[in-house]
């Protein structure tokens, strides 16, 4: 992918990130519509996105005046089971009661392995994700550690895990603290362990419920991440394309979904499905 001479033209999804090897930061790929760009070879040069002022579904492709749930029209946003609030909260799980919106979705994406983890995206977190979804899910944060813990044969059962360490971690990532850098590195192997022997009541109490094979610690390394930034902004400021459709600047970094110019950050995720010319 060389120099742009036209604008691309195309409707946002999340940025692919890939891991590139050791020692070698992740590859950014923007996706905008049947567009793909190169983001790390854009790195301090000028980059500039204009909001053309459409929107289409991620989910329909239907014209949307607004997007719901990061990328939805609100028909789709009320019917998936993916915009439903029990993936958010997975132990709110319903699919027993019969009233999952997409029983045949729920089978395919949270009766699957899931991963409970530790990261350090902004400090010591704890996260849950399919299996299937890592490492794409600590890229998104942009954890620059993380190390999975546990295993479990359901979203649900990750859910329920995820709620007994998080009386003891958090589960949010300070995303000025991540774009900012400020982040210390933590040995996640000795706070799984410290963790895993400080919950052992509860974790047995799950397996009485679940199964004894339901919960099944796992031992592996934790993997480090390595993002393309050239310099960290010291002052966060956030760039809204609903505010002003046109944004962009110098590229100084990418980390998590976010692009950060010398003009301010701006998080792609929450612009999925807008369309945006891209210069
Ligand atoms: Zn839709």
Request: proline fraction near 5%; hydrophobic fraction near 35%; charged fraction near 25%.
């Amino acid at each position: 992918m060389g120099e742009l001479i036209t604008p691309l033209r195309g409707c946002l999804t999340k940025m692919h990130i890939e891991p590139a090897g050791r020692n070698a930061p992740v590859r950014y790929t923007l996706r905008a519509g049947d567009h793909r760009l190169d983001l790390n070879a854009r790195l301090g040069k000028t980059l500039r996105l204009t909001h053309t002022g459409a929107i289409a579904c991620t989910h329909c492709g239907r014209a949307t005046r607004k997007s719901f749930g990061q990328g939805y029209c609100y028909p789709c946003f009320k019917r998936l089971a993916q915009c439903d609030t029990c993936i958010v909260k997975p132990e709110t799980c319903h699919f027993d009661q019969g009233t999952c919106r997409e029983p045949e979705w729920g089978e395919s994406h949270c009766f699957q392995p899931h991963v409970v983890y530790l990261a350090n995206s902004s400090g010591l977190k704890v996260g849950i994700t399919r299996r299937t979804q890592l490492p794409t899910r600590w890229l998104d944060q942009g954890a620059i550690q993380a190390l999975p813990i546990l295993e479990v044969d359901t979203r649900q059962q990750s859910g329920f895990v995820e709620m007994l360490f998080k009386e003891q971690v958090a589960d949010r990532t300070n995303w000025r603290a991540m774009l900012k850098g400020e982040v210390e590195p933590v040995d996640l192997c000795a706070e799984r362990d410290r963790l895993l022997a400080s919950l052992d009541n509860g974790l047995r109490g799950l397996r009485e419920r679940f199964g004894a094979d339901s919960l099944r610690v796992l031992d592996v390394e934790p993997v480090t991440l390595d993002y393309p930034v050239l310099e960290s902004p010291t002052k966060v400021v956030s760039h809204n394309l609903d505010k002003t459709p046109a944004v962009g600047g110098t590229l100084m970094g990418l980390k998590g979904q976010y692009l950060m110019f010398d003009t301010g950050v701006i998080n792609l995720r929450k612009y999925t499905g807008y369309e945006v010319t891209v210069e």
